[in-house]
């Protein structure tokens, strides 16, 4: 398995939380990833992650659909990664107990000591279990560009026991809102990764969120699986937040030279549905890609000349018009 040198970065936010507090220095290295503690006895700053231009408060933007497959996880990452290289600071929370974000971030057989299951049930604050994905050391130094190490909160397959229990609690519906407000100073951008499903952890995002992303692919069942998140959306800006806003959808894996009735048919149909403004970026099946995930590279660091690199640098850029009008 490739190394990754993955450095725990919580107490830097967590000392600009609590200037007074004395703090000890603590390291763990361990077979697949490396923990460092960096603390002090005097104040800190957070002066190695510089704010980039952006004209407004951290926005948190969730990627969602009610179907599996239709690459969640890949565009939370690769969107992560292309703000990340564009020097904004960007957090990623993986909100799915599958844990393909953290998986993808860390590589596999990789289990975080502490997850967003405990930030939720209130063990820990989100700040303790934030960690940060960096390319491995020792390769191709002209590789390395700004914005390749990339800040996320894991998530654990322990999570799927907890659900239950979570829902029995008075502020369910607003905790991950809640625990996000203690780093959203330190983040221009906190991108959430959601579960393939409508249930408890798909609620907590979309309540927590400014913003969301439908990804699609241009397949019969993906259009099925939107309408049902479109109908849970309404309920939950019914309940719980308001003022979510759709930036629209993108269309994954998608490939040009398909002309097949059911690929065209539904790209038409949801174009006339939302309208052609809310129809972002295609994302183009690229073999890149899947290279990128088997080495733990985001796609940006390892392929950023592919097409489905350059294809979430645009979709980036029609999100941060949406989210950034005035800049």
């Known amino acids: 398995m490739t190394t990754l040198k993955i450095q725990l970065i919580q107490l830097s936010i967590l000392i ?3 200037l007074s507090s004395k703090l000890t220095v603590l390291g763990l290295l361990s077979k697949y990833t490396m923990f460092v503690v960096f603390t002090t006895q005097t104040q800190l700053t957070l002066s190695s992650m510089s704010k980039a231009p952006f004209a407004g408060p951290c ?6 659909n009610n179907k599996g497959g239709v690459a969640k996880t890949t565009s939370t990452v690769s969107l992560g990664s292309c703000l990340r290289w564009m020097g904004f600071r960007v957090l990623l929370v993986d909100m799915d107990p ?6 993808n971030l860390a590589g596999k057989g990789f289990e975080p000591e502490s997850h967003m299951g405990d930030v939720l049930s209130g063990a820990l604050p989100i700040q303790q279990i934030i960690l940060s994905y960096e390319p491995v050391e020792g390769e ?13 909160a894991p998530a654990s397959y322990l999570m799927n026991l907890m659900e239950s229990g979570l829902q029995k609690k008075r502020e369910y519906p607003t905790m991950l809102r809640t625990a996000l407000r203690a780093v959203r100073p330190f983040y221009d951008f906190i991108l959430i990764d959601t579960p393939p499903n409508l249930q408890t952890y798909m609620h907590l995002s979309l309540t927590a969120a400014d913003a969301w992303a439908i990804p699609v692919e241009p397949e019969l069942f993906g259009q ?15 309940v719980s937040n308001p003022s979510l806003q759709l930036l629209g959808l993108f269309f994954t894996r998608f490939n040009p030279k398909i002309r097949n009735s059911t690929h065209q048919e539904i790209v038409d149909e949801l174009t006339r549905e939302f309208g052609a403004d809310k129809i972002l970026q295609n994302i183009r099946k690229d073999a890149s890609m899947i290279k990128a995930q088997r080495r733990t590279h985001t796609i940006q660091y390892l392929a950023p000349e592919s097409n489905v690199a350059a294809d979430y640098r645009a ?13």
């Open 16 to 18: 600009m939380l609590t």
């Open 59 to 64: 926005r948190v933007l969730a990627i969602a």
């Open 98 to 103: 599958q844990a393909n974000l953290t998986t």
């Open 140 to 152: 191709d130094p002209e590789q390395k560009q700004l914005g390749s190490n990339l800040d996320y």
């Open 224 to 238: 099925e699986g939107l309408i049902k998140i479109m109908e849970a959306v309404e309920s939950i800006k019914d």
């Open 315 to 327: 979709l980036t850029h029609q999100l941060l018009a949406q989210l950034n009008p005035t800049a």
